[in-house]
């Protein structure tokens, strides 16, 4: 008789380990129905909490308002059968037969399960709230948070797969935690109602986002103001961001992003948006100044266009504030000399008085709209002082006009532009200097065409008979031909002052145009534009501190130069993760110097046993040798397409002492 094999022995001890228990089982009846009969030593099973799951429930205490609960997964009864099926050699799942002792089945959680839920429900709560005045002020530390980076990242890479805002605000991927972070399908649940029940409306007239706005744009722009010093005068940080075409460290732009990559959702981070525009919309309403934006500055076309057209919007606000001072003294002047009796009216000498000019004929008449005497000039014909006149503004174009504006006249030759300034000027000029001539304007407004000469000089007798001829000089030969577009343009313009005139640049319909498309900016542009400003400033408030540091000048030297060649590249968008890390690297040389270094003084092992990379500071050190000089070829090229031997910028050509008709 051969002995038993491995595999019937343990059949036969799977099969006593079952008779075991069944007869504890029966054993157990008996009792079980005696505590049913005896109310007093029943069980509340539904009221019993472990003393581990007493601590837990008061922690979930602020989840009940979620209503969530943790699923049954079975009870005590179906996993005691499942396992003794197990042993008699059934499958758990395939055991259909009623519990036996179904009444003392009790509800079995697992508790990992959830905690998980938990932390997910924390999650997704998080996400939706809204950063305070107050969070922003305390996170202000010496550079922008690295998550506020990523979180603009993230938007940069949603804005690429949207066409507007709207559609970036309503789609479904509007959370970037959830994309990044992998949250549990039931806080995807829990943050996508939510989202869903919030109205537009609910947002922008929250507490905290009010309070967002209101310091944003208060007017002494001390909200989120960094203290930038440089270690020595040779280090000049302020010029990284005009590199990589980003906004001052100090603008408003910049500001802007930190608080708009605070939000954690890509909704309220377009609904913010949306707000910032409207509160513009009411400053310009107001003709106030746009806060921590220069005053009164042409469009700075090394910076982002964002910063570019905001400065517009207050150049214009300017403007209209110099036009109505001109205007009121401008009437100040004509009531006042209307009032005055022709004699007592005659003090031209009486600088508080009404200015006036005597004609060749010795006629007094009013200057309108002078600003003061132009330096030693007289009248050629009247010898009376020439007076520089308040002349209309050129108008104010960002990068994007230009490009408009210079494709025009290349492709119709047309220089209407430069031509309706020039009118402008003669026709101011006329109105502050009456008497005046075709020379005197020359004289004052473009110099190199007219020539002096001595009253004996016998050159003059070349011009015998012509029309431009004067005493004390000549003007250039190509005033003298005939046709000449100054002469033509003088004969035909009339004495009108410059606040009477019809304005070149309307300041009012410039404005609008720039809001409506700041409202309706693509996605993609307006992130790019955010993530390059904040990169700047963390590079300008790192530089401040390590350039000068023996141990991290030369690793942040490095970051900085890839970032620049990055940046200046055209496909800089595809890199936006890699910018992230190197900003990362900045952000612990800065703020974890002692982690930094014992980071950068480990052993040269570039990868673990399972292929990671050891170090992230060897590993980017290694990533700028390769792709600075690719980099650095890619900017050069676009550099040489874009400054073609033959370009000229198109704004000189509005330029008020030009010299766009001399040739």
């Given at each position: 008789?051969?002995?038993?094999?491995?595999?019937s022995?343990?059949?036969?001890?799977?099969?006593?380990?079952?008779?075991?228990?069944?007869?504890?089982?029966?054993?157990?009846?008996?009792?079980?129905?005696?505590?049913?009969?005896?109310?007093?030593?029943?069980?509340?099973?539904?009221?019993?909490?472990?003393?581990?799951?007493?601590?837990?429930?008061?922690?979930?205490?602020e989840?009940?308002?979620?209503?969530?609960?943790p699923?049954?997964?079975?009870?005590?009864?179906?996993?005691?059968?499942?396992?003794?099926?197990?042993?008699?050699?059934?499958?758990?799942?395939?055991?259909n037969?009623?519990?036996?002792?179904?009444?003392?089945?009790?509800?079995?959680?697992?508790?990992?399960?959830?905690?998980?839920?938990?932390k997910?429900?924390?999650?997704?709560k998080?996400?939706?709230?809204?950063?305070?005045?107050?969070?922003l002020?305390?996170?202000?530390?010496?550079?922008?948070?690295?998550?506020?980076?990523?979180?603009?990242?993230?938007a940069?890479?949603?804005?690429?797969?949207?066409?507007?805002?709207?559609?970036?605000?309503?789609?479904?991927?509007?959370?970037?935690?959830?994309?990044?972070?992998?949250?549990?399908?039931s806080?995807?649940?829990?943050?996508?109602?939510r989202?869903?029940?919030?109205?537009?409306?609910?947002?922008?007239?929250?507490?905290?986002?009010?309070?967002?706005?209101?310091?944003?744009?208060?007017?002494?722009?001390?909200f989120?103001?960094?203290?930038?010093?440089?270690?020595?005068?040779?280090?000049?940080?302020?010029?990284?961001?005009?590199?990589?075409?980003?906004?001052?460290?100090?603008?408003?732009?910049?500001?802007?992003?930190?608080?708009?990559?605070?939000?954690?959702?890509?909704?309220?981070?377009?609904?913010?948006?949306?707000?910032v525009?409207?509160?513009?919309?009411?400053?310009w309403?107001?003709?106030?100044?746009v806060?921590?934006?220069?005053l009164d500055?042409?469009?700075?076309?090394?910076?982002?266009?964002?910063y570019?057209?905001?400065?517009?919007?207050?150049?214009?606000v300017?403007?209209?504030?110099?036009?109505?001072?001109?205007?009121?003294?401008?009437d100040?002047?004509?009531?006042?000399?209307?009032?005055?009796?022709?004699?007592?009216?005659?003090?031209k000498?009486?600088?508080a008085?009404?200015?006036?000019?005597?004609?060749?004929?010795?006629?007094l008449?009013?200057?309108?709209?002078?600003?003061?005497?132009?330096?030693?000039?007289?009248?050629?014909?009247?010898?009376?002082?020439?007076?520089?006149?308040?002349?209309?503004?050129?108008?104010?174009?960002?990068?994007?006009?230009?490009?408009?504006?210079?494709?025009?006249?290349?492709?119709?030759?047309?220089?209407?532009?430069?031509?309706?300034?020039?009118?402008?000027?003669?026709?101011?000029?006329?109105?502050?200097?009456?008497?005046?001539?075709?020379?005197?304007?020359?004289?004052?407004h473009?110099?190199p065409?007219?020539?002096?000469?001595e009253?004996?000089?016998?050159?003059?007798?070349?011009?015998?008979?012509?029309?431009v001829?004067?005493?004390?000089?000549?003007?250039?030969?190509?005033?003298?031909?005939?046709?000449?577009?100054?002469?033509?343009?003088?004969?035909?313009?009339?004495?009108?002052?410059?606040?009477?005139?019809?304005?070149?640049?309307?300041?009012?319909?410039?404005?609008?145009?720039?809001?409506?498309?700041?409202?309706d900016?693509?996605?993609?542009?307006?992130?790019?534009?955010?993530?390059?400003?904040?990169?700047?400033?963390?590079?300008?408030?790192?530089?401040?501190?390590?350039?000068?540091?023996?141990?991290?000048?030369?690793?942040?030297?490095?970051?900085?130069?890839?970032?620049?060649?990055?940046?200046?590249?055209?496909t800089?968008?595809?890199?936006?993760?890699?910018l992230?890390?190197?900003?990362?690297?900045?952000?612990?040389?800065?703020?974890?110097?002692?982690?930094?270094?014992?980071?950068?003084?480990?052993?040269?092992?570039?990868?673990t046993?399972s292929?990671?990379?050891?170090?992230?500071?060897?590993?980017?050190?290694?990533?700028?040798?390769?792709?600075?000089?690719?980099?650095?070829?890619t900017?050069?090229?676009?550099?040489?397409?874009?400054?073609?031997?033959?370009?000229?910028?198109?704004?000189?050509?509005?330029?008020?002492?030009?010299?766009?008709?001399?040739?």
């Open positions: 008789m051969e002995p038993p094999s491995f595999v022995k343990a059949r036969t001890a799977f099969h006593s380990a079952a008779a075991k228990a069944e007869r504890v089982l029966s054993d157990l009846k008996p009792d079980r129905d005696s505590d049913k009969q005896s109310p007093g030593n029943s069980i509340d099973y539904a009221g019993y909490e472990s003393p581990r799951e007493e601590g837990e429930s008061k922690g979930s205490k989840l009940k308002h979620l209503g969530w609960r699923p049954n997964i079975g009870t005590k009864q179906d996993w005691q059968d499942r396992f003794r099926n197990i042993g008699i050699g059934k499958k758990g799942g395939e055991d037969e009623k519990a036996e002792y179904s009444s003392m089945a009790v509800p079995f959680y697992d508790e990992n399960l959830y905690l998980l839920n938990m997910n429900d924390t999650e997704a998080g996400a939706e709230m809204i950063p305070s005045v107050e969070s002020v305390s996170d202000n530390i010496l550079i922008p948070l690295l998550s506020v980076m990523r979180q603009l990242a993230i940069v890479e949603a804005g690429k797969k949207s066409k507007s805002l709207k559609d970036l605000a309503s789609s479904g991927s509007s959370s970037p935690v959830r994309e990044r972070a992998g949250l549990s399908l806080a995807v649940k829990s943050l996508v109602l989202e869903k029940d919030e109205k537009p409306s609910d947002f922008c007239d929250n507490e905290k986002v009010l309070a967002l706005i209101g310091s944003l744009f208060d007017a002494e722009g001390n989120l103001r960094r203290k930038i010093d440089s270690g020595s005068e040779a280090v000049t940080p302020a010029s990284l961001p005009r590199d990589i075409h980003g906004a001052p460290p100090e603008s408003l732009v910049v500001k802007l992003a930190e608080v708009i990559g605070s939000f954690r959702t890509l909704k309220k981070m377009t609904l913010f948006w949306c707000r525009v409207v509160e513009l919309r009411s400053l309403s107001e003709e106030q100044y806060p921590s934006i220069p500055e042409i469009p700075d076309l090394n910076s982002c266009l964002l570019q057209r905001l400065q517009v919007m207050n150049c214009c300017s403007r209209k504030r110099r036009h109505d001072i001109a205007t009121e003294k401008l100040l002047v004509i009531r006042e000399a209307s009032l005055h009796a022709e004699e007592s009216a005659l003090t000498d009486n600088p008085g009404p200015i006036y000019a005597r004609l060749s004929t010795g006629e008449v009013l200057r309108l709209g002078a600003s003061s005497p132009s330096g030693d000039l007289t009248m050629l014909e009247t010898g009376e002082p020439v007076y520089s006149p308040v002349t209309q503004e050129g108008p104010l174009l960002t990068e994007d006009l230009i490009k408009e504006n210079e494709e025009f006249v290349l492709r119709t030759g047309s220089v209407g532009a430069g031509c309706s300034q020039l009118l402008s000027d003669m026709q101011a000029f006329k109105a502050a200097n009456p008497g005046c001539i075709l020379e005197d304007f020359v004289r004052w473009s110099p065409d007219w020539t002096e000469t009253p004996s000089d016998e050159e003059n007798d070349s011009f015998v008979g012509s029309d001829l004067s005493t004390r000089g000549y003007l250039s030969s190509r005033m003298q031909k005939e046709g000449n577009l100054w002469r033509e343009f003088w004969d035909t313009s009339k004495p009108v002052p410059a606040v009477k005139q019809a304005p070149l640049f309307d300041e009012d319909l410039a404005v609008e145009g720039i809001l409506d498309g700041l409202e900016i693509s996605p993609s542009e307006l992130f790019q534009q955010l993530f390059v400003s904040l990169l700047g400033l963390g590079f300008v408030i790192a530089e401040a501190k390590l350039s000068t540091s023996s141990d991290f000048s030369k690793l942040f030297y490095e970051c900085k130069e890839y970032v620049v060649s990055s940046c200046q590249s055209s800089w968008t595809e890199k936006v993760e890699e992230c890390q190197v900003y990362e690297t900045v952000e612990t040389m800065l703020l974890n110097p002692e982690e930094a270094l014992r980071a950068m003084n480990q052993p040269d092992e570039s990868t046993p292929g990671e990379p050891k170090r992230r500071f060897t590993r980017l050190t290694l990533n700028f040798g390769g792709k600075d000089k690719q980099l650095r070829k900017a050069s090229k676009d550099q040489k397409n874009s400054t073609s031997p033959g370009s000229q910028p198109f704004s000189s050509f509005f330029d008020n002492k030009s010299s766009l008709f001399s040739k």
